[in-house]
T-cell receptor
Framework: AQTVTQSQPEMSVQEAETVTLSCTYD???????LFWYKQPPSRQMILVIR??????QNATENRFSVNFQKAAKSFSLKISDSQLGDAAMYFC????????????FGKGTKLSVIP | DTGVSQDPRHKITKRGQNVTFRCDPI?????LYWYRQTLGQGPEFLTY????????KSRLLSDRFSAERPKGSFSTLEIQRTEQGDSAMYLC?????????????FGAGSRLTVL
């Protein structure tokens, strides 16, 4: 079974500053996807960013970018110019590969944004 | 289309009772997923459907749990003889076929409390 480790249970960042959330995982697959999902308080989970494992180029979505190190099985999320609305739980989730689409979520990192 | 709908949003029941949750996915999404999220944890995969076919089931889905998607549209998740350990948020998600199949849109969840 896959394991996903998010080693920072809680993080805080000043508004407009940059923060990086870490994630490591274990998989035997060579072709898979990785995701970061955001879960605001009492609201539904939404996709932040997606990375394809066979692509060397790191994915970016506006203020969100990843640092994907396939050999190290590391997948960190960088949030630039942090905004109050970024406060949420962030979950790292690789899929099972091989067409399964089953996601394994980490325990999450609670991000607070300080005005 | 208003996204993925789940009903009820909250359910309180006594141990031993049966409960049923309903999920209405986005209409053009043919894949539907059920996840369970307990307090302080990331979501855990339970099962998924492609159209009306249930293609994967987690070992977490004990004999007391059954999921159906009879016409390939809405899905139900039934828990029989509930136990206190079943208390959790039950999340439904859906996705498009093809290249978009691993991008999940989540519902707001159904929170179950077993007394």
């Amino acid at each position: 079974a896959q394991t996903v480790t998010q080693s920072q249970p809680e993080m805080s960042v000043q508004e407009a500053e940059t923060v990086t959330l870490s994630c490591t995982y274990d998989t035997s697959e060579s072709d898979y996807y990785l995701f970061w999902y955001k879960q605001p308080p009492s609201r539904q989970m939404i996709l932040v960013i997606r990375q394809e494992a066979y692509k060397q180029q790191n994915a970016t979505e506006n203020r969100f970018s990843v640092n994907f190190q396939k050999a190290a099985k590391s997948f960190s999320l960088k949030i630039s110019d942090s905004q109050l609305g970024d406060a949420a739980m962030y979950f790292c989730a690789p899929d099972s590969g091989a067409g399964s689409y089953q996601l394994t979520f980490g325990k999450g990192t609670k991000l607070s944004v300080i005005p | 289309d208003t996204g993925v709908s789940q009903d009820p949003r909250h359910k309180i029941t006594k141990r031993g009772q049966n409960v049923t949750f309903r999920c209405d996915p986005i209409s053009e999404h043919n894949r539907l997923y059920w996840y369970r999220q307990t307090l302080g944890q990331g979501p855990e995969f339970l099962t998924y459907f492609q159209n009306e076919a249930q293609l994967e089931k987690s070992r977490l889905l004990s004999d007391r749990f059954s999921a159906e998607r009879p016409k390939g549209s809405f899905s139900t998740l039934e828990i029989q003889r509930t136990e206190q350990g079943d208390s959790a948020m039950y999340l439904c998600a859906s996705s498009l076929p093809g290249a978009g199949a691993n991008v999940l849109t989540f519902g707001a969840g159904s929170r179950l409390t077993v007394l």
